[in-house]
């Protein structure tokens, strides 16, 4: 269940298993796959939900034009999960969508 080949990080290579955590719980990921790559291989499907309906939100386009998928990011909102490579400890939460 792992993105192998993504379209804007590129190929994923053999790489070491480092730790990161989603919303308070642990998780193993790959150095260099991106944060949802990481998070749809350990199963989590939902990344935020809407502040308005509280609606769901996932992964859809998978290379950071829709936004659906931000989270927030060791204290940064708004971070594109679809793009962004995951770090060893690094700490990610969901978040609810921003009003502009």
Do not use: W
């Amino acid at each position: 269940m792992r993105i192998k080949n993504h379209p804007i990080l590129g190929p994923l290579d053999e790489a070491n298993q480092i730790i990161i955590t989603f919303n308070g719980k642990k998780f193993t990921a790959l150095e260099g796959e991106s944060i949802a790559a990481a998070l749809f291989a350990n199963g989590i499907r939902i990344l935020r939900y809407t502040e308005k309906e509280n609606a769901p939100r996932g992964v859809y386009c998978g290379i950071g034009h829709c936004y659906e998928c931000r989270v927030s990011v060791n204290g940064q909102s708004s971070v594109r999960a679809c793009i962004t490579p995951v770090r060893h400890r690094m700490n990610i939460e969901s978040q609810r969508s921003i009003h502009t």
